[in-house]
Nanobody
Framework: QVQLVESGGGSVQSGGSLRLSCKASGDTYSNVYMAWFRQEAPGKEREGVSSIDRYGRITYADSVKGRFTISQDKAENTLYLQMNSLKPEDTAIYYC???????????????WGQGTQVTVSS
């Protein structure tokens, strides 16, 4: 079992920055694959934003390449998403996900956080 708790969401103007955090607890953090997803509205499909595997290999969605940076602090069991040059279309609920399978940006992860709202105004 893995428990995930996101934080760091908020409201910013276009061009601004936010840093999301996801604190993991439970099973050994270093043995899981982790990712960030976002969902524009309830019922819409969750879009994979970025993933990182146990070896530090990183994947980004084309829509965020060059603007978002995923990182992890294994000692603190925390996953981060630094979001720069934010756009109104980045507005969504952002979720942290984890699994022992390398799903990359597919929303098949077994463990999910509760989500944190990011709102970008123009």
């Amino acid at each position: 079992q893995v428990q995930l708790v996101e934080s760091g969401g908020g409201s910013v103007q276009s061009g601004g920055s936010l840093r999301l955090s996801c604190k993991a607890s439970g099973d050994t953090y270093s043995n899981v694959y982790m990712a960030w997803f976002r969902q524009e509205a309830p019922g819409k499909e969750r879009e994979g934003v970025s993933s990182i595997d146990r070896y530090g290999r990183i994947t980004y969605a084309d829509s965020v390449k060059g603007r978002f940076t995923i990182s992890q602090d294994k000692a603190e069991n925390t996953l981060y998403l630094q979001m720069n040059s934010l756009k109104p279309e980045d507005t969504a609920i952002y979720y942290c996900a984890a699994d022992r399978v390398a799903w990359l940006l597919r929303p098949e992860y077994n463990y999910w956080g509760q989500g944190t709202q990011v709102t970008v105004s123009s």
